[in-house]
């Protein structure tokens, strides 16, 4: 008979302990160990007993047969959440590179005590008929968020059994509490104070039984998906298809197949799409048994959550990233929604990866993986192309509304031809156009902030942060920031290298654009939505809801208004530059281009009314720029994959980027050539060292080399090297870090 290993981390007391340990399974347990279990094992000179984690079982001994211990026991029968979730960090610690403890702590909820909160409610004290007449009379009035409010109350009559959670009222709902007193003067509402946890809303049976029946294309997804996972061979599922292609109405049969079976989901959705009506959609099917995570759940209130689920109080969870370590029992089920999307990426140490983490969380618990996406990351379609997964793809819209046409205008013709503005002349006819019949707009900027960067005319000095070697960015006080480390200067007259009096601004940011469009159409009501008018909490469902209530005619803003969110209203969408992306220098940047031409060319014509769409460009003859006109993801895949092919860039190969930080410049380089020596040893390409794109933040110099390889293995075997040696020279991690497969360039 084989012998079985099983590798092993001690419980999470013995913190100091950073590594795992192989013990021999005994005869009685083979085939019997999973990762997770808890077992008891000898340990040190003294063969004490204690607890540990099986990592994983093999049949290969990593050191001496004859050396090597043998585990005693199961401690615990089942594999419990806790052991899972030691598993899961060891796997996440060894595949990105990290600490043990920093793994345990990304997985591990932050244990906090938590004073019992006291919650708010706001019950209905009228009847629909009585709130209908409410609602007609405050919008004859024009008090817009009393209308949101009694319009939620309405739509809400049954699954909320009359109590509405105050916080939602005043935070997503975006309405103030003067509006909340005023109704609760006039008998509508009242404002109630509990002590315990109460669920947002109420389960109701025939809310439950509203659910839509689903096409056949549908259908067949959904079969796959539980026929597999019934035969006990649960995979992982790429659904491409358009928003409006009823996607989420997949995820929620699919979430419903798995808690009738007795199990729980995980339902990912990236912050920036996580919208209200989403999340009302899977409460009205799922009632008190789902829960949401975000980021404005306060840390007591997050700990909640995963007190629930582990207390099996809820089966769904929906949230980013982090809602995949929801400690619940029996994982039958975890989606991914927009699953291209970066903000799947961790960019801090441990710097994992939602997809493939789901993935290992899937495997612990015989789970599915369901990923959708309208442009599927180039990695999941190229693997679901392999056969790794098995593809899905929806191809109508059901929620009627066609493709917009597109018109792209080449911004080096318009020049010639005498047009100096930032609007093309195509952009403008089509804006008056719309003005003149009522309807709505979006002007989309591939960038953040009012200025870019400020340079000198005549001898090209770039104005830069002293402490960061980025650009600096001119504010409207005229002065100049980094964004960064916050450094600030007045702008100066003259240019401190020529003493040239011609230094400007590049000024293409959201703010002139917003100005250029006043002086174009006087009148014009605008909104605008980038990194500055968004800093608080709220500003960003404000902004949103006053352009669905038709609040302005135009909304300016950059990526953030092109992601998931639907304004029926809107039939113009200009892209005012869409190569700025095109120009980043990383593998990504055409990717990234064409998803978000893609997003925003599709915001147009989503209601009754066919959609135009103009993207302004200096590269209209490249492929991310026609096929995002064309919507076509195939013809850009297609094109995409060669290049990746051909430059041994992820999915073709992967990609291990090693940072160095270091306070004095020529330790840091030192260092990082040393590392990227050792490296190159062992015969594998590496790109580099060099000054990180940004070569300097706080006074932290910035080195980075990169290790190509076809296997990701062979990676993850130079990043244990590296971490060797760096322990034999007694460096401190802080020093150095890993990031696989990096989304940008560093
Ligand atoms: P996606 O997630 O791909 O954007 P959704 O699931 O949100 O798509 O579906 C888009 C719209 O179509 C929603 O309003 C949804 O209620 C509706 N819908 C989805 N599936 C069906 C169906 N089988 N029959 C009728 N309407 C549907
Ligand atoms: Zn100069
Ligand atoms: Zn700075």
């Not at 209905?124 to 009379?137: D, T």
């Not at 996972?229 to 798995?258: A, C, Q, R, W």
Request: charged share 25%; with cysteine.
């Amino acid at each position: 008979m084989r012998e079985q290993y099983a590798d092993i981390i001690v419980d999470i007391s013995h913190e100091k302990l950073d590594k795992s340990f192989q013990y021999r399974v005994p005869p009685h347990l083979r085939d019997r160990l999973e990762p997770g279990m808890c077992v008891q094992i000898p340990f040190g000179n003294g063969n004490r007993l204690i607890k540990g984690y099986v990592l994983a079982v093999g049949d290969e001994c990593k050191f001496d047969p004859a050396r090597t211990k043998e585990l005693l026991g199961i401690a615990e029968k089942d594999a419990d959440a806790t052991g899972r979730m030691v598993a899961l960090a060891a796997w996440i610690r060894q595949n990105y590179g990290s600490t043990m403890i920093q793994a345990l702590k990304t997985v591990l909820p932050a244990k906090k005590t938590v004073k019992k909160q006291e919650k708010r409610f706001v019950e209905v004290r009228m009847n629909r008929e009585e709130l209908r007449s409410l609602l007609g009379e405050s919008l004859r009035k024009k008090q817009p968020a009393k209308a949101r409010l009694l319009t939620a109350l309405l739509e809400q009559w049954e699954e909320t059994a009359g109590a509405i959670p105050y916080q939602w009222i005043t935070g997503k709902l975006n309405v103030a509490a003067g509006t909340v007193n005023s109704l609760e003067k006039a008998g509508a509402i009242r404002v109630v104070t509990t002590e315990q946890f109460r669920n947002p809303v109420r389960f109701s049976e025939e809310a439950a039984r509203e659910r839509r029946r689903l096409s056949p294309d549908q259908q067949h997804i959904v079969d796959a998906v539980l026929g597999d996972f019934d035969e006990g061979n649960p995979g992982t599922y790429l659904i491409h298809g358009i928003t409006g292609s009823g996607k989420t109405e997949v995820y929620m049969e699919l979430v419903e197949g798995v808690l009738k079976r007795g199990k729980q989901a995980i339902v990912l959705i990236p912050e920036i799409a996580l919208t209200y009506q989403t999340l009302l959609r899977f409460y009205r099917r799922f009632g008190d048994r789902v829960s949401i995570l975000n980021s404005t759940l306060s840390p007591g209130e997050k700990y909640d959550q995963c007190e629930r689920a582990k207390r099996g109080e809820i089966d769904v969870i929906i949230g980013p990233r982090s809602a995949l370590f929801t400690p619940f029992p029996n994982i039958g089920l975890i989606v991914m929604d927009e699953e291209h999307e970066g903000s799947y990426k961790s960019e801090s140490t441990p710097k994992y990866h939602a997809r493939e983490t789901a993935m290992e969380v899937a495997r612990l618990h015989g789970a599915s993986v369901v990923l959708g996406s309208a442009t599927p990351s180039l990695e999941s379609y190229y693997r679901a192309k392999r056969g790794e997964y098995k593809l899905f793809t929806l191809r109508e819209r059901l929620t009627g509304g066609s493709l917009p046409a597109v018109y792209t205008v080449d911004l080096r013709e318009e020049l010639k031809s005498g047009n100096r503005s930032i609007f093309s002349v195509k952009l403008q006819e089509l804006l008056a156009d719309r003005l003149g019949r009522g309807q709505q707009s979006m002007l989309f900027l591939n960038r953040r902030g009012y200025a870019g960067f400020v340079s000198c005319r005549a001898c090209g000095e770039v104005m830069k942060c002293p402490h960061c070697d980025v650009s600096l960015a001119e504010h409207r006080d005229g002065r100049l920031v980094c964004h960064y480390c916050g450094y600030s200067q007045p702008k100066p007259k003259l240019c401190p290298k020529c003493g040239s009096r011609y230094i400007l601004g590049f000024r293409a940011g959201t703010q002139q654009i917003e100005e250029k469009l006043r002086e174009l159409f006087p009148g014009v009501r605008t909104l605008r939505m980038d990194g500055d008018t968004t800093k608080t909490k709220d500003s960003y469902e404000k902004i949103l809801s006053a352009f669905a209530n038709e609040e302005a005619d135009v909304l300016i803003g950059t990526q953030m208004i092109v992601k998931g969110h639907d304004f029926p209203k809107v039939t113009l969408v200009g892209i005012l530059a869409a190569d700025l992306s095109l120009s980043a220098a990383d593998y990504r940047a055409g990717e990234r281009t064409f998803q978000l031409l893609t997003q925003a060319v599709g915001r147009a014509g989503r209601g009754a009314a066919a959609g135009e769409a103009v993207i302004q460009t200096y590269q209209p003859e490249h492929y991310a720029v026609t096929r995002a006109a064309k919507q076509d993801y195939e013809g850009f895949y297609q094109e995409e994959v060669l290049y990746r092919e051909l430059g041994g860039y992820p999915p073709a190969a992967h990609m291990l980027a090693v940072q160095i930080f270091a306070a004095e410049e020529p330790a840091g380089a030192e260092l990082a050539g040393k590392l990227a020596d050792a490296v190159r040893g062992e015969g594998a390409a590496v790109l580099g060292p060099a000054a990180a794109s940004i070569g300097k933040i706080n006074d932290i110099y910035r080195f980075v080399f990169y290790v190509k390889h076809e296997d990701y293995g062979q990676l993850v075997r130079v990043k244990d090297q590296l971490e060797e040696l760096l322990l034999r020279w007694q460096l401190g991690n802080g020093q150095v870090q890993f990031d696989f497969d990096p989304m940008h360039c560093l």
